[in-house]
């Protein structure tokens, strides 16, 4: 199993920058594909960026392709989204998750943290 920890949400103006942390518990962290995910109030959770086992492959939604990043440290057993650019309509709880079934559907996803929030004020 995998216990996953966010950190790093807040308030920021847009067109500013934030960086997300997630940090998991669990030996078997580096055979995980991690995910950020985000949900804004009345919608449903969506998907924001993958990166694989390795960290040799990513991928993102458009909605945010060209200004986040996702990224891991294995050794550290984290992964991070750095979140550039941000606009009103990223604001969300973001949300870092752990599977073996990659996919951009959150239902392939067993693992969750508690969710961090992100505010983008215009």
């Known amino acids: 199993q995998v216990q996953l920890v966010e950190s790093g949400g807040g308030l920021v103006q847009a067109g500013g920058s934030l960086r997300l942390s997630c940090a998991a518990s669990?030996?078997?962290?580096?055979?995980?594909?991690m995910g950020w995910f985000r949900q804004a109030p009345g919608k449903e959770r969506e998907f924001v960026a993958r990166?694989?086992?390795?960290?040799?492959?990513?991928y993102y939604a458009d909605s945010v392709k060209g200004r986040f990043t996702i990224s891991r440290d294995n050794a550290k057993n984290t992964v991070a989204l750095q979140m550039n650019s941000l606009k009103p309509e990223d604001t969300a709880a973001y949300y870092c998750?752990?599977?073996?079934?990659?996919?951009?559907?959150?239902?392939?996803?067993?693992?969750w943290g508690q969710g961090t929030q992100v505010t983008v004020s215009s």
């Open positions: 998750a752990a599977t073996n079934r990659p996919g951009v559907d959150a239902r392939r996803y067993d693992y």
């Open positions: 669990g030996r078997t962290f580096s055979s995980y594909v």
């Open positions: 990166i694989s086992w390795s960290g040799s492959s990513t």
